[in-house]
């Protein structure tokens, strides 16, 4: 299995460009996450999805953030505009099931700077 | 709302040294409470997990007990080594799916 990939593993742009973040999930899991880690506030929660619905959005900070799942296998996060404040590493991370034992897997995470 | 708080970082001890990073949660409902672990430039990794109270989850000589009367999921290593250097993520997993966090402890294992 090759894990939860996300792309790219690093972005740079100018502020107010769009940026977007891609993710592909391990195949058969019904969930997915999107996480946010700054050193200010740690790992948030951004939103997570069920069956390609959004479940819970409401770590989503702001109107310039958005994120869909057209099918089970392809997520994306999309800032636009891009300000320097979104500068971060978002991870992605995927689980089967909703039971409360079952573990979340990451992906390895795309570093955003926003100059 | 469901939080998970840990002893704050940067924790730095010699190999061989014992480890504690306490973690306290407060949820409603019967959450699972996992570890998960961060090495530098990488995404995290789950390090262990405890579904129910008095479960001990345990993995590469790391163990945390869930103990739902103190709520809390401290995780112990005996014989720490400068390979266990990373930061260390307590999380609890609500009956509604959600995964949250804490904020984190920074473990560096010096020779």
């Given amino acids: 299995d090759a894990g939860v990939i996300q792309s790219p593993r690093h972005e740079v742009t100018e502020m107010g460009q769009e940026v977007t ?4 999930p391990i195949s058969g899991h ?3 996450f999107w996480y946010r880690q700054t050193m200010m506030r740690g790992l948030e ?3 997570y999805f069920n069956n390609n619905v959004p ?4 770590g989503m900070p702001e109107d310039r953030f958005s994120a869909k799942m057209p099918n089970a296998s392809f997520s994306t996060l999309k800032i636009q505009p891009s300000e320097p404040r979104d500068s971060a590493v978002y991870f992605c991370a995927s689980s089967l099931g909703r039971d409360s034992n079952s573990p979340l897997h990451f992906g390895n995470g795309t570093r955003l700077t926003v100059t | 709302g469901d939080s998970v708080t840990q002893m704050e970082g940067p924790v730095t001890l010699s190999e061989e040294a014992c480890l504690t990073i306490n973690c306290t ?3 409603t409902g019967y959450p699972s409470l996992f570890w998960y672990v961060q090495y530098p430039g990488e995404g995290l990794q789950l390090l262990l997990k405890a579904t129910k109270a008095d479960d001990k989850g345990s993995n590469k000589g ?14 112990e290593k005996g014989s720490v080594q400068v390979s266990d250097s990373a930061v260390y993520f ?5 009956q509604g799916g959600k995964l949250i966090f804490g904020q984190g402890t920074e473990l560096s294992v010096k020779p």
């Fill in chain 2, 90 to 94: 307590c999380a609890l997993r609500n």
């Fill in chain 1, 21 to 24: 973040l891609r993710c592909k």
């Fill in chain 1, 30 to 32: 019904d969930y997915l």
């Fill in chain 2, 25 to 27: 949660y407060t949820a």
């Fill in chain 2, 62 to 75: 790391f163990e945390a007990t869930y103990r739902k009367e103190t709520t809390s999921f401290h995780l």
């Fill in chain 1, 55 to 58: 479940i819970d959005d409401s």
């Fill in chain 1, 45 to 47: 929660l951004l939103i």
